[in-house]
């Protein structure tokens, strides 16, 4: 048994009945995040919206003006998950989401032309290929694809569009001798009754249960993107049909038009200036390094030349680093100096370093980590780690300060 949508791909609104409507529950990503939703599950004298199936997604559409969630197969059930009950025996009119359907008619007629010309041109067979939100691939079997094969294939496809040949389907009967003469692949382990035929005139014959465009002219264009190594000694094809190849077409100009005024350059200048630019940073942050090291150097000998330099020794820099700190307190002599140093941004996450006389920075540092809520360790005389927070940097430097002062 067949559903509508695949006796009439075309078919954008049909009238039906409810047959069943049961409490369902559906699990669902969003954002990375498994939840749970809780809705009906509702079966149909027939429908126009594809349950997900041969690498096809699911439609989306209504049951009158209730939304359709999600569309599953059960044995040759579809089921449709929406959010309110419906009432069995009502009569209701399906609607399909067409933009998404028709964009699943494109890539899916797109890939059964890819892999028969994949084939009949290169020997390569498809051993399986999926449907992304952005761009799909077929797995080739093949360890890799060269540039004029690819080119070869898209100038193939394509021309195969021009030609305008007609996509129909046929149902055979499981013992029907053409049944030898198609492929296999993209058809439901659960498929039971006469056999589903998508038949490309003259191309390809292949068993499938997926919609399909009626004439090959209704792809388009196909865009052959390239390839990426696959699964063991397998070649992912990336490609595009149709309408996304005009999406993709927009959404390359919309960045080549910021890239041009970001970069001041056009199009051709683009890796280019690119490369400058990360050249230049790299030998910016080098020198920034130097000069930060530099810097910690001359920050020590300021203190040390300083006759009122008394024992203690504190400074907070935003874009410091560990280095920088070690360098600070290596230069300062700490046996008779406490040093206290934070580096990191002021609402951040940051480093400090204490470093002293051995038995001061003992006693102080855990205090020190408790009022930075930090984490850390310390031996002979270092106690360094990270901080969560610098509020009370200021509290921690007169706590400090109040111990060097109490000094004898
Ligand atoms: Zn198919």
């Known amino acids: 048994m067949a559903f509508q949508c695949q006796r009439d791909c075309y078919m954008q609104e049909f009238p039906t009945s409810v047959v069943s409507c049961s409490p369902g529950e559906l699990k669902q990503e969003i954002n990375g995040k498994k939840i749970t939703v809780k809705g009906f599950n509702v079966k149909l004298q027939d429908t126009i919206l594809f349950p997900e199936g041969g690498g096809q997604p699911d439609d989306h559409g209504l049951i009158g003006d209730v939304p359709v969630v999600r569309v599953t197969r059960q044995g040759t059930e579809a089921v449709h998950f929406v959010a309110s009950a419906l009432e069995p025996g009502q009569e209701v009119l399906l609607k399909v989401d067409w933009e998404r359907r028709f964009d699943h008619m494109q890539q899916h007629s797109g890939q059964h032309l890819i892999s028969a ?96 465009v009626s004439n090959l002219s209704h792809l388009q264009v196909i865009k052959l993107l390239g390839s990426e190594k696959g699964k063991k000694n397998k070649t992912n094809l990336i490609f595009l049909v149709g309408d996304r190849v005009l999406k993709y077409a927009e959404k390359s100009f919309s960045v080549e038009r910021s890239l041009v005024s970001l970069l001041k350059t056009g ?142």
């Open 267 to 408: 199009p051709d200048g683009h890796i280019d200036a690119v490369d400058k630019i990360q050249k230049t940073v790299k030998a910016v942050q080098k020198s920034n390094l130097i000069l930060l090291r530099d810097m910690a150097i001359l920050v020590a000998q300021n203190f040390k030349l300083n006759p009122e330099k008394g024992n203690f020794f504190t400074l907070h820099k935003k874009e410091g680093d560990n280095e920088f700190m070690s360098i600070i307190a290596n230069e300062i002599a700490t046996e008779e100096t406490l040093v206290f140093l934070t580096v990191g941004e002021d609402k951040r996450p940051g480093l400090f370093l204490l470093a002293g006389p051995s038995q001061k920075v003992a006693d102080l540092g855990p205090r020190v980590l408790e009022m930075l809520q930090g984490k850390g360790a310390g031996k002979n005389g270092r106690f360094q780690g990270k901080i969560n927070s610098m509020a009370r940097r200021a509290e921690v430097e007169a706590l400090l300060l109040e111990h060097c002062k109490s000094e004898p």
């Open 117 to 212: 010309l994949a084939e009949s041109m290169f020997g390569y067979n498809t051993t399986s290929w999926e449907m992304g939100r952005q761009r799909s691939n077929v797995e080739l079997d093949t360890p890799s694809l060269k540039p004029a094969q690819v080119e070869a294939l898209e100038a193939a496809v394509n021309e195969k569009i021009r030609a305008h040949i007609p996509v129909t389907v046929q149902n055979l009967s499981l013992d029907d001798h053409d049944l030898e003469k198609v492929r296999s692949r993209g058809l439901p382990d659960d498929a039971v009754g006469p056999i589903r035929i998508i038949d490309i005139e003259g191309v390809d014959a292949n068993m499938c249960c997926g919609t399909h």
